[in-house]
Nanobody
Framework: VQLQASGGGLVQAGGSLRLSCAASGFALDNYAIGWFRQAPGKEREGVSCITASDGVTWYADSVKGRFVISSDNAKKMVSLQMNSLKPEDTAVYYC?????????????WGQGTLVTVSS
């Protein structure tokens, strides 16, 4: 199982970024793909998750209405569209995979991609 995250960068508050997670080595249909983040000095937290088999999604309250997660099972790609970014969204974002459903306990982690939101 390999997860390759990309798309991080520097953006001004109010701007947008799109993160992508390329999955390989497993069938996406049997997994839920999610995003966690860790800001400096803070604990890692779940951001969003999507069940690849049925498209059910989950969002942390802090990003509801601003972030949208989507999956392209044929391409084994999951994207996180982040809009109306705030400085508090600054963090390293990690792509994760867990068996079947979004439970908040990933089985696999990819490397992180840094998102920096300037005020």
């Amino acid at each position: 199982v390999q997860l390759q995250a990309s798309g991080g960068g520097l953006v001004q508050a109010g701007g947008s970024l799109r993160l992508s997670c390329a999955a390989s080595g497993f069938a996406l249909d049997n997994y839920a793909i999610g995003w966690f983040r860790q800001a400096p000095g803070k604990e890692r937290e779940g951001v969003s998750c999507i069940t690849a088999s049925d498209g059910v999604t989950w969002y942390a309250d802090s990003v509801k209405g601003r972030f949208v997660i989507s999956s392209d099972n044929a391409k084994k790609m999951v994207s996180l569209q982040m809009n109306s970014l705030k400085p508090e969204d600054t963090a390293v974002y990690y792509c994760t995979a867990e068996h079947y459903y979004c439970s908040g306990v990933p089985n696999y982690w990819g490397q992180g991609t840094l998102v920096t939101v300037s005020s």
